[in-house]
T-cell receptor, first 112, second 119 residues
């Protein structure tokens, strides 16, 4: 079974607005990662946050992690049309099996 | 350097035929993953190889699916007696892994995928 569930499934915003996507998971994790997928392409890694971290930034991306609620959020600030893609969270179990389990993803559309 | 390479990029086959999908990981990456993605869906974990350890096959959906990794590099995913529900994009990813007692799952590098259509 899949580990992560993402919310919303789809999001449509205007260029310049912020986009927030949420991810919930079920078991204890070692780290949580966010990936982006353009239509018909492979996934590209965006950011990794470890279980002992609460917030991480990378450019216009901000990721938060709340291990007590087993949830994470990805914030994209000042969105651009080029940010249109699907975004997936993925969790690495604290049992360190090496397996990375992905959520169902959020499809983001940024309108110019 | 070169990224993860998958072939074929597209494969159309008839129900009941066997298919092989190939993945060339990034040189030096010890971990290799196969995922399946149906249209508009998330990624379904299939199998994971790490170095010389026994692979984690817990995600393979049936015994028609198998995978091997030769020489710790190239991997082949084989689907026997294909069914229409096998139609999907099959994604391969590789990752460098830390050595030692603590395994840390880091960033995965994905190929472009192999799109399989079973008629």
């Amino acid at each position: 079974s899949q580990q992560g569930e993402e919310d919303p499934q789809a999001l449509s915003i205007q260029e310049g607005e912020n986009a927030t996507m949420n991810c919930s998971y079920k078991t204890s994790i070692n780290n949580l990662q966010w990936y982006r997928q353009n239509s018909g392409r492979g996934l590209v890694h965006l950011i990794l946050i470890r279980s002992n971290e609460r917030e991480k930034h990378s450019g216009r991306l901000r990721v938060t992690l709340d291990t007590s609620k087993k949830s994470s959020s990805l914030l994209i600030t000042a969105s651009r049309a080029a940010d249109t893609a699907s975004y997936f969270c993925a969790t690495a179990s604290s049992s360190n099996t090496g397996k990375l389990i992905f959520g169902q993803g959020t499809t983001l559309q940024v309108k110019p | 350097g070169a990224g993860v390479s998958q072939s074929p990029s597209n494969k159309v086959t008839e129900k009941g035929k066997d298919v092989e999908l190939r993945c060339d990981p990034i040189s030096g990456h010890t971990a290799l993953y196969w995922y399946r993605q149906s249209l508009g869906q998330g990624l379904e974990f299939l199998i994971y190889f790490q170095g010389n350890s026994a692979p984690d096959k817990s995600g393979l959906p049936s015994d028609r699916f198998s995978a091997e990794r030769t020489g710790g590099s190239v991997s082949t995913l084989t689907i026997q007696r294909t069914q229409q529900e096998d139609s999907a994009v099959y994604l391969c990813a590789s990752s460098p892994r830390t050595s030692g007692s603590l395994i840390d799952t880091g960033e995965l590098f994905f190929g472009e995928g192999s799109r399989l259509t079973v008629l």
